[in-house]
């Protein structure tokens, strides 16, 4: 075991003997030499049954005792053979199973200084202090080219005492504070802030190489307990590998020219495998570090351009050439995405928004599907005077009062009718009686569109009784986004604001024929019950399938499986179709398609 004084200032740690569990088998690899810390022991033996030169360690246990408010001398030590030669380790911050104090051995009491703890918990946790005075030994190994792999936990402070009984005094010390992270100076509070935040969906934040490769195929299994934020002089170092759903660093590499080709790798808790450490190995730490792997290093040289066939020097150069014409494609791309999302971004707003910018968007909608005379009213009233509806629509009779609300719940009736107040007092005003109203909602705005609940049955009759429209924005860009796709007149989506009650879901050049009720996999064929209209070959059909609508030719109609050019209504046709199963389900509405 490890036995750490200090004198003036200075460590001075001193071997005690070891027992005979810390012996090894001959090793194939002499380099790197690797030490593991608090990590299972199935991990060496596999690692060293793989011919790496491994040596297993711990910096201690917490152990229970006696709660009261005394300090009592630290007993348990850490156990960190040779570690001053050490090139690769690898740490788990996860604390070892709590001991109690009849199990700590090889105690021996001194009348020299030594680490004092308080009992008020009932537990001891001998670790940060000892990581403190061993972080000379980590920090030299790093700045010669060592690499060091830190399996995660919160960062969390513990308060101890430098000191020593002294006669007539008590106990005469120093007070320190120090953490589970203190094994590195570039780790510390300052420069690495460390907050706990549990949870298991984590996302691989990065291009493909071997890192990334290694961590997409382990990350089944993979939970997280810390995020990090990189701060002041680790920033420019701190490169993030993953992140939780919020996109906070679970996971990073910490990388310098003053660590001479080492590096730091910050993982949250993967399945710590003899597999998996190996892979870790062999794949991200000799890739990063090949100088600490001699035996690997060497097979690699034949790649060396000097050495390389031509034909793969050949080759080689193709892919960069592929890689840069398909980054300049990408690039473009990204570009006009960019552009149609500017350019439509009022359809994403209406289903976001709320307040004067809602409004600004659906006048923007409204504008788009072709209505030429939409009039904010709140900028053409004049100051002091009550605001009313939002908008006025005055393209014809009768004009239409949108109220518009953007609400993060449900709407009440008073928001479904407030439009309803001010029909009479435009009448009044315009003195005419061609007037109408329809609220235009964005409720439960805080949650994805599609995820909504519909308008209750209830609030719809009520709109109906007074004679008023209601639409939802999930409704309304649905509807948008149909007539981009399939390039509808406008007006089949104006004509709907005039309906009373709640204005169709589809728009007005769709007329209801029946509905699908099978599918016939191999041949891709549906069937259709014909309910009201008829079916015929070359007839356009759409179908509104969740918050999509597909459109379709009939270029094949049979009853009972026998070519016709028409289906009447009553009967049940089948035709051919483009879609799939998936997409094509039971119940699913026919609607033609006309002029």
């Not at 793969?312 to 494609?329: C, D, G, P, T, Y």
């Not at 356009?540 to 270029?555: M, P």
Request: net charge negative.
């Amino acid at each position: 075991m490890l036995r750490i004084s200090k004198s003036k200032g200075k460590e001075n740690i001193k071997n005690k003997p070891k027992d005979d569990s810390s012996a090894k088998t001959t090793s194939i690899h002499s380099k790197p030499k690797i030490l593991l810390i608090d990590l299972p022991k199935e991990v060496s033996d596999g690692l060293e049954s793989n011919g790496f030169n491994v040596t297993n360690g711990t910096f201690g246990s917490p152990y229970n005792i006696k709660v009261s408010n005394n300090l009592t001398p630290i007993i348990e030590r850490p156990n960190l053979p040779n570690i001053s030669e050490q090139e690769v380790i690898f740490i788990d911050l996860t604390s070892p199973a709590t001991l109690n104090e009849s199990d700590i051995k090889d105690y021996v009491e001194t009348k020299e200084n030594q680490w004092w703890a308080n009992c008020r918990s009932g537990v001891i946790d001998p670790r940060p202090v000892f990581m403190y005075y061993l972080k000379k030994n980590f920090d030299r190994i790093l700045a010669h080219g060592g690499f060091i792999v830190i399996f995660a936990q919160p960062r969390f402070k513990k308060e101890y005492i430098w000191g020593k009984n002294q006669p007539g005094y008590g106990l005469v010390g120093d007070t320190e504070k120090h953490d589970n992270w203190s094994f590195l100076s570039i780790l510390n509070d300052s420069d690495l802030k460390v907050d706990f935040l549990s949870g298991e969906e984590i996302n691989v934040k990065g291009n493909e190489n071997e890192i990334f490769n290694f961590l997409k195929r382990n990350i089944k299994g993979t939970f997280f307990r810390a995020i990090f934020n990189a701060r002041f002089g680790l920033k420019d170092k701190w490169f993030t590998l993953l992140t939780n759903k919020f996109g906070n660093p679970v996971s990073g590499l910490i990388l310098s020219d003053d660590f001479n080709g080492g590096g730091v790798l910050i993982l949250p808790q993967i399945p710590k495998t003899p597999d998996v450490i190996s892979a870790l190995l062999t794949e991200v730490i000799a890739d990063l570090s090949p100088h600490l792997f001699p035996d690997l290093e060497g097979a690699k040289w034949v790649q060396k351009d000097d050495y390389e066939l031509e034909a793969v020097k050949k080759f080689e150069k193709e892919k960069i050439q592929v890689k840069a014409e398909a980054e300049k494609q990408l690039a473009l791309l990204d570009e006009k995405i960019d552009q149609e999302r500017e350019e439509f971004g009022f359809l994403h707003g209406i289903l976001t928004k709320t307040g004067d910018e809602l409004v600004e968007d659906v006048k923007k909608c409204l504008d788009f599907i072709g209505f030429k005379q939409v009039v904010d009213v709140d900028k053409t009233i004049e100051e002091g005077k009550k605001r009313e509806e939002d908008l006025q629509i005055l393209d014809g009779s009768p004009t239409l009062l949108v109220e518009i609300k953007g609400k993060s719940g449900f709407p009440t009736d008073e928001d479904i009718l407030q439009v309803h107040k001010y029909i009479p007092r435009r009448i009044k005003e315009w003195k005419r009686f061609d007037v109408n109203g329809i609220s235009i909602i964005n409720y439960r705005r805080n949650i994805p569109a599609f995820e909504r609940e519909p308008f209750l049955e209830d609030q719809i009759e009520t709109v109906k009784s007074h004679d008023i429209g209601i639409v939802s924005t999930v409704d309304l860009f649905v509807l948008i986004r149909g007539m981009i796709k399939w390039g509808w007149d406008p007006k089949v989506i104006r004509d709907l604001f005039y309906e009373i009650g709640k204005i169709p879901d589809f728009p007005a050049n769709y007329e209801h024929i029946g509905e699908i009720f099978t599918y016939i996999k191999n041949d891709n064929i549906i069937g259709i019950n014909i309910e009201s209209g008829k079916l015929y070959k070359g007839q356009r059909i759409g179908y509104k399938i969740n918050n999509e609508f597909l459109e379709e030719n009939i270029t094949s109609l049979q009853i009972n499986k026998q070519d016709v050019e028409e289906a009447p209504t009553g009967q049940s046709a089948g035709i051919k179709t483009i879609y799939s199963e998936k997409e094509l389900k039971e119940g699913i509405k026919v609607y033609e398609v006309t002029k």
